[in-house]
């Protein structure tokens, strides 16, 4: 059974970090790239960041450039979101997915699995 599980999600107040984290099983995590991805309450999922678990190659989006770090911790299936200089725009549901198409890792539609997310909220 494939899983993507996050944790790390909590309540920050702006300026603080928070580290997600992506704990996948069911397949082999070396062939995916993984994903996260974001959805604020009202307004549409947005893509995040993204890592290539093979090639190491990582993805942002312009909107958390230079505050966040994607990583992957591949003896453990795991990838991690770290998550600095938080501002309250941040707050979201963060969903972590899977993606055998590494050069699509920042399209939703391309993902191949899904987490259930892990709610941030950052208060100003």
């Known amino acids: 059974e494939v899983q993507l599980v996050e944790s790390g999600g909590g309540l920050v107040q702006a300026g603080g970090s928070l580290k997600l984290s992506c704990a996948a099983s069911?397949?082999?995590?070396?062939?995916?790239?993984i994903g996260w991805f974001r959805q604020a309450p009202g307004k549409e999922r947005e893509e995040v960041s993204c890592i290539s678990s093979s090639s190491g190659h990582t993805y942002y989006a312009d909107s958390v450039k230079g505050r966040f770090t994607i990583s992957s911790d591949n003896a453990k299936n795991t990838v991690y979101l770290q998550m600095n200089n938080l501002k309250p725009e941040d707050t979201a549901v963060y969903y972590c997915?899977?993606?055998?198409?590494?050069?699509?890792?920042?399209?939703?539609?391309?993902?191949?699995?899904w987490g259930k997310g892990t709610l941030v909220t950052v208060s100003s």
């Open positions: 069911g397949f082999t995590f070396d062939d995916y790239a």
């Open positions: 997915a899977a993606t055998g198409d590494s050069l699509s890792c920042l399209e939703h539609y391309a993902m191949d699995y």
